[in-house]
């Protein structure tokens, strides 16, 4: 027959895995469906990557033009290092973009381009989205490393003393400012996308058929952060869900 000290560690190993289970499932789906995208995404940035621009402008060009067109002058366009790691930063106000988008002469270069300058036009115009999200950066790098520390110390997981409801209500509120950094990312992307497509049509650089290519890969640019702010709030929601049991 068990002690009562043994039943207690017993049932506290059960609760810890009743609680662990969950969250790594949720992990693992969605690590699985991030990838499943990612891979989408880069073969069709490939695909189009062979698929030259009737305007045959490069991905430097087509920025330059789109910035210039929407009168903004005081934003440069420059190459940066690594796949797929084109951005605009609003610090600085540069548009950076890969090599291949930046040299490339195709529909994929096109619509990247365009896309980073869309945010460019969003900041020019003081977007209401993005100054949220630019507004929430300095909470947000801070809560992203410490929400998972503070949690697991609230879950009292790996020998951490049992758990705690306080701390882990304070690690879910900052886990809480990183789901909402990832939903109101959402709507920043999916306009700067839509002013690209927009402007790309408008300005001629990508012809009907090729116009269709560009929405098709910003389309999968843009799915990557959908599954990034569903798989923030399945968390989130599941963090609440163990805190309510626990009070």
């Given at each position: 027959?068990?002690?009562?000290?043994?039943?207690?560690?017993?049932?506290?190993?059960?609760?810890?895995?009743?609680?662990?289970?969950?969250?790594?499932?949720?992990?693992?789906?969605?690590?699985?469906?991030?990838?499943?995208?990612?891979?989408?995404?880069?073969?069709?940035?490939?695909?189009?990557?062979?698929?030259?621009?009737?305007?045959?402008?490069?991905?430097?060009?087509v920025?330059?033009?789109?910035?210039?067109?929407?009168?903004?002058?005081?934003?440069?366009?420059?190459?940066?290092?690594?796949?797929?790691?084109?951005?605009?930063?609003?610090?600085?106000?540069?548009?950076?973009?890969?090599?291949?988008?930046?040299?490339g002469?195709?529909?994929?270069?096109?619509?990247?381009?365009?896309?980073e300058?869309?945010?460019?036009?969003?900041?020019?115009?003081?977007?209401?989205?993005?100054?949220?999200?630019?507004?929430?950066?300095?909470?947000?790098?801070?809560?992203?490393?410490?929400s998972?520390?503070?949690?697991?110390?609230?879950?009292?997981?790996?020998?951490?003393?049992?758990?705690?409801?306080?701390?882990?209500?304070?690690?879910?509120?900052?886990?809480?400012?990183?789901?909402?950094?990832?939903?109101?990312?959402?709507?920043?992307?999916?306009?700067?996308?839509?002013?690209?497509?927009?402007?790309?049509?408008?300005?001629?650089?990508?012809?009907p058929?090729?116009?269709?290519?560009?929405?098709?890969?910003?389309?999968?640019?843009?799915?990557?952060?959908?599954?990034?702010?569903?798989?923030?709030?399945?968390?989130?929601?599941?963090?609440?869900?163990?805190?309510?049991?626990?009070?």
């Open positions: 027959m068990l002690s009562e000290k043994n039943q207690f560690y017993l049932c506290s190993s059960k609760n810890e895995e009743d609680m662990i289970f969950p969250i790594i499932l949720i992990s693992l789906v969605f690590m699985v469906i991030g990838m499943v995208v990612q891979s989408r995404l880069k073969s069709r940035f490939a695909e189009y990557a062979k698929v030259p621009t009737s305007s045959g402008m490069s991905g430097k060009e920025a330059e033009k789109m910035l210039n067109d929407n009168g903004i002058y005081d934003v440069k366009v420059v190459s940066a290092q690594g796949f797929l790691s084109d951005h605009y930063n609003p610090a600085n106000k540069t548009v950076n973009l890969s090599p291949d988008v930046y040299n002469r195709n529909v994929s270069a096109a619509a990247v381009a365009a896309h300058c869309g945010h460019a036009v969003q900041h020019a115009t003081a977007y209401s989205m993005l100054r949220l999200r630019s507004a929430l950066v300095p909470v947000v790098s801070v809560s992203s490393n410490l998972q520390w503070v949690i697991l110390i609230g879950l009292g997981l790996f020998g951490f003393g049992g758990g705690n409801t306080t701390v882990l209500l304070i690690g879910i509120i900052l886990f809480a400012m990183t789901t909402l950094f990832s939903v109101i990312t959402l709507p920043v992307e999916l306009d700067a996308s839509n002013r690209a497509l927009k402007w790309l049509d408008t300005a001629q650089i990508t012809q058929q090729e116009h269709v290519k560009a929405k098709d890969a910003l389309k999968w640019a843009a799915l990557t952060y959908v599954v990034a702010a569903l798989a923030s709030i399945a968390m989130l929601i599941q963090y609440i869900m163990i805190y309510n049991d626990r009070r």
